[in-house]
Each structure stands twice: as C-alpha cells, then as structure tokens.
C-alpha cells in the first residue's frame, strides 16, 4: 500500500498535481461557495471543493461516529526449506469470529494475521503482541501440525470496519462543498477508487450510482 500510494503521487505530480507533505490542518471552515482551510503553520487554502481521504483521522470531521477501530496481530515465519507449503500455496481465510487468514510468501515463508480485538490505544494493542504471537502460533499448529513453524517478525496494527462493512462516500449537509472517501472495512484501495470515481463525477455535474449506495444516508 505505502509503494502504491507513492506510484499515484509519482504518476499524477506529472500531470500537475502538487504534494504537500507533513502539512497539518488546523481547521475547516465551510463557507457559502467554497472551504477555507488554515495550516498549523498559518497558510490559508481556498477551494471550491473539499475531498477529505484521511482515513480514522477523518472522523473528527464528522457529527456521528461511524467507524469501530479494531486491533489485528500478525506474524511471519522464517523461511521454509519447501517452495509447496500447502495446496496449491492458496490463500486461507477463516469465516470465524475472531478470523484467521494465512498466506505464503516468495520467499517461502507462511504469513499469519487476525485474532482482532477492539482498539483502545496503540499502547494497549502493542502490549499485547507477545502473547497474540503465542496465540496465532497455537492456532496454526491446529491446522498444520506437520508443519513446523518459527516466528521471524510480529506486529500489531489498527484498522476501521462499518456496521454494515460497506465504505462511506459522499457528502454530509453539515459541511457544504466537501466530500468524504471513508474506504473502511477491509477493502480501501478497492472503494477508494469507486470513491475517487464518484467524487469527481459529482463535481464535474454528473450523477454516480456509488454516492447513493454508500452514502451517509443509507
């Protein structure tokens, strides 16, 4: 995601487009015809349309809450001696709850991830990353107890999901001329690009079936 998001900047600064990185906003201000926005360092920026795409960031800017932020563990294996791990190299995903996915590498290794809890604070989800290891380590030996596996790397990490797992695109009537392109339940770059689609058929005067599908409304 962070390679691919880096590709668009590339490719779009070539037709016009500038980056402003590290440039926080302060506040938003919805104005009759246009958004003024003002920086931490005190610019002002004027436009005729606002599309926020920040993610969990996103949410002060909105009247309801509409995203339930959850912890996830991962861990990866040291390399396996074998380029066929199991049928076919698939990828294995879990329909329980808690879920539990697995993937194989390039480099022969066997990624496992889930065990979500709800987030608290990062301190809280980080703490717990030693023994969610243990947890996914037991879990795979449930499935594959041939197969011996040896934490390489873990990690933890935060992600969004909705009530009804579907994306929020579209405008609320509390902040005139701005848009939101809320890609959350585990399908982002996929509804984020239904978003994008959206959003800039609706500037451009056009109507998108997406903008009632996943509106706020809904």
Same mark, same amino acid.
């Given at each position: 995601?962070?390679?691919?998001?880096?590709?668009?900047?590339?490719?779009?600064?070539?037709?016009? +487009?500038?980056?402003?990185?590290?440039?926080?906003?302060?506040?938003?201000?919805?104005?009759?015809?246009?958004?003024?926005?003002?920086?931490?360092?005190?610019?002002?920026?004027?436009?005729?349309?606002?599309?926020?795409?920040?993610?969990?960031?996103?949410?002060?800017?909105? %009247?309801?809450?509409?995203?339930?932020?959850?912890?996830?563990?991962?861990?990866?294996?040291?390399?396996?001696?074998?380029?066929?791990?199991?049928?076919?190299?698939?990828?294995?995903?879990?329909?329980?709850?808690?879920?539990?996915?697995?993937?194989?590498?390039?480099?022969? !290794?066997?990624?496992?991830?889930?065990?979500?809890?709800?987030?608290? @604070?990062?301190?809280? !989800?980080?703490?717990?990353?030693?023994?969610?290891?243990?947890?996914?380590?037991?879990?795979?030996?449930?499935?594959?107890?041939?197969?011996?596996?040896? %934490?390489?790397?873990?990690?933890?990490?935060?992600?969004?999901?909705?009530?009804?797992?579907?994306?929020?695109?579209?405008?609320?009537?509390? !902040?005139?001329?701005?848009?939101?392109? +809320?890609?959350?339940?585990? @399908?982002?770059?996929?509804?984020?690009?239904?978003?994008?689609?959206?959003? %800039?058929?609706?500037?451009?005067?056009?109507?998108?079936?997406?903008?009632? +599908?996943?509106?706020?409304?809904?």
């Amino acid at each position: 995601a962070y390679k691919f998001t880096h590709e668009l900047f590339i490719s779009n600064t070539k037709k016009g +487009l500038n980056v402003f990185d590290n440039t926080e906003i302060k506040s938003i201000e919805n104005k009759k015809r246009s958004v003024r926005l003002t920086t931490a360092a005190g610019n002002i920026i004027t436009a005729k349309k606002l599309v926020i795409a920040c993610g969990y960031e996103s949410q002060k800017y909105l %009247t309801r809450n509409v995203e339930n932020l959850k912890s996830t563990y991962a861990i990866v294996s040291e390399p396996l001696n074998t380029n066929k791990i199991w049928y076919q190299n698939c990828l294995i995903w879990e329909t329980a709850d808690p879920y539990l996915y697995l993937r194989t590498t390039k480099d022969k !290794r066997i990624l496992i991830g889930g065990k979500d809890e709800k987030f608290l @604070n990062a301190y809280h !989800r980080d703490s717990k990353i030693h023994a969610k290891t243990k947890l996914l380590e037991k879990s795979f030996a449930q499935l594959f107890p041939e197969i011996i596996f040896k %934490t390489d790397f873990q990690w933890a990490g935060t992600f969004s999901t909705t009530k009804d797992g579907l994306p929020f695109i579209g405008e609320i009537s509390q !902040r005139p001329h701005t848009y939101f392109a +809320l890609g959350f339940g585990g @399908n982002g770059i996929t509804y984020s690009l239904i978003a994008a689609q959206a959003i %800039t058929q609706n500037i451009l005067g056009k109507k998108h079936e997406a903008l009632k +599908l996943f509106s706020f409304d809904r």
